[in-house]
C-alpha cells in the first residue's frame, strides 16, 4: 500500500509530494548477525546488526556510518556536547558472512522437515545460527 502526502507551501504554490511506501521489506539479516558492508564511505568494515527497520528496509551495523548529533543536556547531572552513534544504512550494501569462512556470502533458506526454515550459506553449504 502506497501512500501520497501533500504538503501545501504559502498561497497557492506547487504541491509538493512525498511518496511512503508502508510495506513490510524482506530483510536477508537479522539483530545479532555479523556483516560486511560491500558499497558506500563503510566498504570493507564489519560489525554486528544492532537493529533492523522492516519498513524503509535498512539496517543499523555497529561501527558503521557514524554520524554526529549536538545533543543538549536534559537533566542538570546530563552533559551537552557531541555524541557520535552509528546511522541506518540500506540492507541491501550488506552481506552476511560465512559462519565456516568468515568472507561475504548469499542466503538460502531451507525448510526442514518438522517444518522450522533454517539458513543456508550459499558459498559453503553450511547453516547459519540464528543468532537473538
Same mark, same amino acid.
Given at each position: 500500500?502506497?501512500?501520497?502526502?501533500? /504538503?501545501?507551501?504559502?498561497? =497557492? %504554490?506547487?504541491?509538493?509530494?512525498?511518496? @511512503?511506501?508502508?510495506?513490510?521489506?524482506? *530483510? #536477508?539479516?537479522?539483530?545479532?548477525?555479523?556483516?560486511?558492508?560491500?558499497?558506500?564511505?563503510?566498504?570493507?568494515?564489519?560489525?554486528?546488526?544492532?537493529?533492523?527497520?522492516?519498513?524503509?528496509?535498512?539496517?543499523?551495523?555497529?561501527?558503521?556510518?557514524?554520524?554526529? /548529533?549536538?545533543?543538549?543536556? =536534559? %537533566?542538570?547531572?546530563?552533559?551537552?556536547? @557531541?555524541?557520535?552513534?552509528?546511522?541506518? *544504512? #540500506?540492507?541491501?550494501?550488506?552481506?552476511?558472512?560465512?559462519?565456516?569462512?568468515?568472507?561475504?556470502?548469499?542466503?538460502?533458506?531451507?525448510?526442514?522437515?518438522?517444518?522450522?526454515?533454517?539458513?543456508?550459506?550459499?558459498?559453503?553449504?553450511?547453516?547459519?545460527?540464528?543468532?537473538?
Amino acid at each position: 500500500m502506497r501512500l501520497l502526502i501533500h /504538503r501545501k507551501t504559502a498561497g =497557492r %504554490r506547487a504541491v509538493v509530494r512525498h511518496v @511512503i511506501n508502508r510495506e513490510r521489506v524482506h *530483510i #536477508h539479516v537479522t539483530t545479532g548477525d555479523t556483516v560486511r558492508v560491500t558499497r558506500g564511505e563503510d566498504k570493507g568494515k564489519e560489525g554486528k546488526v544492532l537493529r533492523v527497520y522492516p519498513k524503509t528496509g535498512r539496517v543499523t551495523v555497529e561501527g558503521v556510518n557514524i554520524v554526529k /548529533r549536538h545533543r543538549k543536556a =536534559r %537533566r542538570p547531572e546530563e552533559q551537552s556536547g @557531541i555524541i557520535e552513534h552509528p546511522a541506518p *544504512i #540500506h540492507a541491501s550494501n550488506v552481506m552476511l558472512l560465512d559462519p565456516k569462512s568468515g568472507r561475504p556470502t548469499r542466503v538460502r533458506v531451507r525448510i526442514d522437515d518438522d517444518g522450522t526454515k533454517e539458513r543456508i550459506a550459499a558459498a559453503s553449504g553450511e547453516p547459519i545460527p540464528r543468532s537473538r
